[in-house]
């Protein structure tokens, strides 16, 4: 059992290169999420999906495009990456949105720079 | 919109004190208060409060929401090195309980 699996955990771009973050988990978690941190700012919500094939906005979607075509993938894209997008990135998961009995399980993050 | 504020952002202590980390929220349909820990890598979840008044404890930690007051305190005592480290309070809420997180409390214990 693995939990949250991210991959790379290490990656330097270059402005304007497109990229896929890559967030797994074996738990069978209906729900998960992409939050990026930044010295001094905690977590912020980037995107979320509820389950398989429905995905949301968070607080900083701008720059970013998710899909959910399974139930243990949810990679993160950035089209075309920016200094600003410079963070460590973390994937989450909980086995549903409605309800909060469980909490959230993150993955070890990918720290990501933008030249 | 959501918001959770936590005081304060840092603090230096020697081992063996205790020390009060302070949460406030306000956030839409409140459901739930976590706690995490973060060192070097993932949070690591400490504590899920629901319920006001009940204080939730694991050896050396404990916390409590107020409901009314809307606010959560992480206390722990007789501290060690080990506990070090990056603690984020997020509070649930909204349609599909998403998360929204402090900034986080930057706790250093001094030998």
Known sequence: NAGVTQTPKFQVLKTGQSMTLQCAQDMNHEYMSWYRQDPGMGLRLIHYSVGAGITDQGEVPNGYNVSRSTTEDFPLRLLSAAPSQTSVYFCASRPNHWTDLWPQHFGDGTRLSIL | ?111
């Open chain 2, 1 to 111: 919109e959501d918001k959770v504020v936590q005081s304060p952002l840092s603090l230096v202590v020697h081992e063996g004190d205790t020390v009060t980390l302070n949460c406030s929220y306000e956030v839409t349909n409140f459901r739930s208060l976590l706690w995490y820990k973060q060192e070097k890598k993932a949070p690591t979840f400490l504590f899920m409060l629901t319920s006001s008044g009940i204080e939730k404890k694991s050896g050396r930690l404990s916390s409590i929401l107020d409901k009314k007051e809307l606010f959560s305190i992480l206390n722990i005592t007789a501290t060690q090195t080990g506990d070090s480290a990056v603690y984020l309070c997020a509070s649930s809420g909204g349609a599909n309980s998403k998360l929204t997180f402090g900034k986080g409390i930057t706790l250093s214990v001094r030998p």
